[in-house]
């Protein structure tokens, strides 16, 4: 089954406590990006990659890092959280080859305090 | 920058009712534009996709419109159901996707 799978998907975390949001997808998939969902804000990109060891900022980089070792996995890292970073978090990825249809994962809820 | 807006933010109707979901963006050289559905506390789920050379797409009870020229795109459901009750949203990918805020439906059985 086509799955984008987070982890995890409910955290309450201190200010300043390192964390790292897992994400993989088992679709080969070229395209990933993270998002963050906050009520009257919508949807704002975070980062994305296009491919392996290819990322790129988004509309709202700063306090975020993420890498691309694998082509499967795109990990979100809070090296400092802030508790204006806490929000709903989605990865997803998409192909060309299949016209960009995008797979979100279930979203991670994350609250720091 | 894209501005992507959906209109109206919530909609109530009776099953059986056709559901209209609009979205407007402002630059029209897209790539694609994407309907999701969207349960609360859950993720995206796609719902249509219609390439920029293309001005329509169907799903079952759901249909698509794409007119670039207006910067306009209207989702369709047909004889909505209970089920239907959720948060539309569509994005907008000029090689950078950018989001409506959503629409959300509740279908009062």
């Known amino acids: 089954e086509a799955q984008v799978t987070q982890n995890p998907r409910y955290l309450i975390t201190v200010t300043g406590k390192k964390l790292t949001v897992t994400c993989s997808q088992n679709?080969?998939?070229?395209?990933m990006s993270w998002y963050r969902q906050d009520p009257g804000l919508g949807l704002r990109q975070i980062y994305y990659?296009?491919?392996?060891?290819?990322?790129d900022k988004g509309d709202v980089p700063e306090g975020y890092k993420v890498s691309r070792k694998e082509k499967r996995n795109f990990p979100l890292i809070l090296e400092s959280p802030s508790p204006n970073q806490t929000s709903l978090y989605f990865c997803a990825s998409s192909s060309l080859q299949e016209g960009n249809t995008i797979y979100f994962g279930e979203g991670s809820w994350l609250t720091v305090v | 920058k894209q501005e992507v807006t959906q209109i109206p933010a919530a909609l109530s109707v009776p099953e059986g009712e056709n559901l209209v979901l609009n979205c407007s963006f402002t630059d029209s050289a897209i790539y694609n534009l994407q309907w999701f559905r969207q349960d609360p506390g859950k993720g995206l789920t796609s719902l249509l996709l219609i390439q920029s050379s293309q001005r329509e797409q169907t799903s079952g009870r759901l249909n698509a419109s794409l007119d670039k020229s207006s910067g306009r795109s209207t989702l369709y459901i047909a004889a909505s159901q209970p089920g239907d009750s959720a948060t539309y949203l569509c994005?907008?990918?000029?090689?950078?996707?950018?989001f409506g805020a959503g629409t959300t439906v509740t279908v009062r059985a």
């Open positions: 990659s296009m491919n392996v060891e290819v990322t």
């Open positions: 994005a907008v990918d000029d090689y950078k996707l950018s």
């Open positions: 679709m080969n998939h070229e395209y």
